[in-house]
């Protein structure tokens, strides 16, 4: 699905959908057909939507919130406050200390396949890699190849298909709202973590001098997350799937890339340019991905300007 696709199914001309309007005043539109029109329902559903009422932010306590971070010993059951948002600590959250060590991982199957290919910036490594695998025992990078296609083609034990499919048609539907979230709470909230601007100023990702650079990198952002959201598009060798890939890929080789970068201006022995491992971690690492997750998914569900 590509993002013309996707505007048209969930903003059809016909239906201005940034305005005050009533369920009464769709209904007696004279010019509806048959009473109503297909898309009223996504309509009315999307103007009707309630993001501070959502099952997720009601809080089965009424204990004071704590501040996060606290230097007490959370449990479950303790009503946390962080960033405007309040949640109940459950068995499912962990603390700084807890995720600390995923700073130190970066992405090793598709690293190595990197290395393997002997990749160069630009190149479509999937590409690359499919044909590898193709090519018999004497291909280049042939065995590291087939063993990470056929690791990313596994899907995971938890996974529960018609949830997804359940997510991916909820965030078409209210995808106008979704993507005020990730423009104006996940974007400006994420980027401005220190923990991760210094790979985004490393890459030049939001701070480009080139004209229309940001937007064309935001534009390819929005384009990755409309091909994962058509139903079985996260499924093994489809579109969505694939593209996934390709920005772990990305990730890759931005990370090698800032890490290469380091020891050529370290000289071996730290100075300019050198990446501090020891503050920042690996470059794009799992951390960092963890929160970006969180950032496309939490903050769009519960995000109160949505």
């Known amino acids: 699905m590509q993002a013309g696709q996707l505007r ?22 004279p010019t509806a057909e048959g009473g109503e029109k297909a898309w009223q329902p996504p309509v009315l559903a999307m103007l009707s939507f309630d993001a501070l009422n959502l099952r997720s932010r009601r809080l089965a306590t009424d204990a004071a919130p704590i501040e996060w971070p606290s230097a007490a010993a959370l449990v479950r059951g303790d009503c946390v406050s962080c960033y405007g948002q309040r949640f109940v600590w459950g068995a499912e959250h962990r603390t700084a200390a807890q995720l600390a060590p995923l700073r130190r991982r970066g992405d090793a199957p598709a690293d190595g ?7 160069r910036p630009g190149d479509d490594v999937l590409a690359l890699a499919q044909r590898a695998a193709e090519l018999g025992a004497d291909g280049v990078g042939q065995r590291e190849a087939v063993e990470f296609l056929a690791q990313a083609s596994q899907l995971p034990p938890w996974l529960d298909e018609a949830m997804l499919a359940r997510g991916q048609a909820v965030f078409l539907q209210y995808s106008p709202v979704a993507l005020l979230s990730l423009f104006y709470i996940s974007l400006v909230g994420g980027f401005s973590a220190p923990l991760i601007t210094k790979v985004l100023m490393g890459t030049g990702y939001l701070t480009s001098a080139k004209k229309g650079k940001v937007m064309e990198r935001l534009v390819d952002t929005h384009q990755m997350v409309a091909r994962c959201l058509e139903e079985g598009a996260l499924l093994p060798g489809a579109e969505g799937h694939e593209a996934v890939l390709r920005v772990r890929f990305l990730h890759s080789s931005v990370r090698r890339r800032m890490l290469c970068h380091g020891k050529r201006g370290a000289g071996g022995a730290g100075g300019a340019g050198a990446w501090d491992s020891a503050t920042y971690g690996v470059p794009v690492n799992q951390e960092d991905l963890a929160a970006t997750l969180l950032a496309f998914s939490y903050n769009v569900r519960n995000s109160p300007a949505a």
Not at 8 to 29: G, H, K, M
Not at 113 to 119: D, E, P, R, S, V
């Open 113 to 119: 396949l990197l290395q393997a290919l002997g990749a």
């Open 8 to 29: 048209r199914i969930c903003c059809p001309p016909q239906a201005p959908i940034f305005y005050t309007v009533t369920p009464s005043q769709i209904e007696d539109d």
